[in-house]
């Protein structure tokens, strides 16, 4: 039972290359999202896909974009890193919508040299 | 907008001492509530939600009660373990937008035997 998996776990980009970060659940959920994690200041919503077919910003969206490939996928690109971009992020998913429980994924580090 | 205040930590407590961990919030109309803990290295999970006013939220003996008057959330627990040990974050779901959760900055626990 895998829940929500995250690749890669841990990675290392330079200035300006790009990178895009999986997401897969096998809950059958219809809502996924993607958080970054920094110290201090909580999990902020980076973008939501509320069912198959859509996406919707969340509070801190610039710099990224993000495709729901399918019910069970949700990427996360990062066109041209910036060291801004450092930061742990976590992709979850939830039956529907935020009322419902959400399921968290492992978490992938990323540092932006 | 919506926000989410916590007690800033580090907490540290011996076995088996009672934790208050405080959450007040601001938010238009009933919000859900939440306590999510994160455990080293993992994902954030579910701990407990209330729904509504006057609502109990229960688990793994840990408590908190839905106080409208006060807009408070408080997290609780009569006698912690070295495994109680994480970080915990207070989040609401806001009526207004229903596939956004907001999070606390996150208080870290250590219980030392």
Known sequence: ?113 | GNSVTQMEGPVTLSEEAFLTINCTYTATGYPSLFWYVQYPGEGLQLLLKATKADDKGSNKGFEATYRKETTSFHLEKGSVQVSDSAVYFCALSGEDSSYKLIFGSGTRLLVRP
Not at chain 1, 5 to 19: A, D, E, R, Y
Not at chain 1, 62 to 79: A, D, M
């Open chain 1, 1 to 113: 039972n895998a829940g929500v998996t995250q690749t890669p776990k841990f990675q290392v980009l330079k200035t300006g290359q790009s990178m895009t970060l999986q997401c897969a659940q096998d809950m059958n959920h219809n809502s996924m999202y993607w958080y970054r994690q920094d110290p201090g200041m909580g999990l902020r919503l980076i973008y939501y896909s509320a069912s198959e077919g859509t996406t919707d910003k969340g509070e801190v969206p610039n710099g990224y974009n993000v495709s729901r490939l399918n019910k069970r996928e949700f990427s996360l690109r990062l066109e041209s890193a910036a060291p801004s971009q450092t930061s742990v992020y976590f992709c979850a998913s939830s039956r529907q919508g935020a009322s419902y429980e959400q399921y968290f994924g492992p978490g992938t580090r990323l540092t932006v040299t």
